[in-house]
């Protein structure tokens, strides 16, 4: 575009510069009658023509800037993306290394279920009224959290407070935050947390991080909804619904579908045992879920605690090993 601009700008140029030749050489032949015209016209819009070419140079340049700037930030993702995969790929090859579990099987499982199974109120009673209402004080989300995540505690005058959806837009989760003493809400909920340097320290931190997938959503929210599975037990609770037009997997919303049943005899199989590992100086956990928008899958994360802090968590890997989708579409 700013070449035919430049172009044009040029070609009036010329024309300008050889009307004005004839006005001062030639006057008798400027204001001819088949020349008038044109002669009026050029030198009116010979100056925009000008002006437009003189606002091209900065316009060019800042887009010129501005699209070097957009290239060099999507190579720095790039680069950034890159890096993370291989961090990925490096993280599944330590786990590989890693043999047993450092956490015993039914410990993961007592704590993940105690976690689970903690009843959150939406709508919080003033303590005051608590007492008059209940005759008790009701114990906060914090309390009720990290009374079962005991190796994680909170920094001196920090609290820890759920941010529930507000019902709006198309879709939402509950958010962890932490209130600072100042009152601001930071998501960034391990930035302020003392984590003891453990194989459970790691699992709780595990726990926590993943917490907002079993807390209240509503409506597109539902897609990121977990059930976790810790034991054989848990797959055999869970129901599938089966479609007429068998053969086709990955199930897709337009099938037509019958009656829920158990899962098939390939998803019991598959080994969803929970481990907590270490290889160096980080801890690996492997749990399994199940998604009614992806099925039975077995993620790994790779945790690093240095001087009681969470310093790295990376979603290292998600294997599905059964496939499967409910077929609803909000």
Not at 2 to 31: M, N, P, R
Request: proline share 4%; glycine share 6%.
């Amino acid at each position: 575009m700013e070449l035919v601009v430049i172009i044009y700008g040029i070609a009036w140029l010329i024309v300008l510069l050889y009307l004005l030749y004839i006005h001062f050489t030639e006057k008798d032949k400027l204001f001819r009658r088949d020349n008038w015209k044109l002669s009026l016209f050029v030198i009116t819009f010979a100056p925009i023509i000008f002006l437009v070419m003189l606002l091209c140079i900065p316009i060019s340049c800042i887009w010129d800037r501005k699209g070097k700037t957009d290239a060099l930030k999507k190579e720095e993702r790039e680069r950034e993306m890159e890096k993370e995969q291989v961090k990925k790929k490096q993280a599944v090859e330590n786990f590989k290394e890693c043999h047993d579990s450092l956490v015993d099987a039914t410990v993961i499982e007592q704590i993940g279920r105690k976690l689970l199974s903690v009843n959150f109120n939406k709508r919080r009673i003033p303590e005051e009224l608590q007492m008059m209402v209940v005759g008790k004080r009701i114990p906060t989300d914090q309390e009720k959290i990290l009374g079962v995540l005991d190796k994680i505690k909170l920094l001196d005058d920090y609290s820890l407070e759920l941010e529930y959806p507000d019902g709006g837009g198309i879709g939402g989760r509950t958010y962890i935050n932490i209130k600072e003493p100042n009152g601001n809400l930071n998501r960034n909920f391990f930035d302020f947390m003392i984590v003891e340097d453990s194989p459970l320290g790691a699992l709780q931190v595990y726990l926590l991080n993943k917490l907002w997938h079993h807390l209240p959503m509503y409506w597109h929210g539902y897609y990121d909804r977990r059930f976790n599975v810790f034991s054989k037990k848990d797959l055999s609770q869970i129901k599938v619904r089966s479609t007429k037009t068998r053969g086709e997997r990955p199930l897709k919303p337009s099938d037509i579908y019958e009656e829920e049943n158990d899962l098939p005899e390939e998803a019991l199989a598959c080994d969803v045992t929970p481990k907590v590992t270490r290889y160096e100086d980080k801890y690996y956990v492997s749990c399994c879920y199940w998604s009614e928008f992806g099925g039975l899958i077995r993620e790994l994360v790779e945790i690093k605690i240095e001087n009681n802090k969470v310093t790295e968590f990376l979603d290292a890997n998600r294997e599905v090993l059964y496939r499967y989708h409910c077929g609803i579409m909000y």
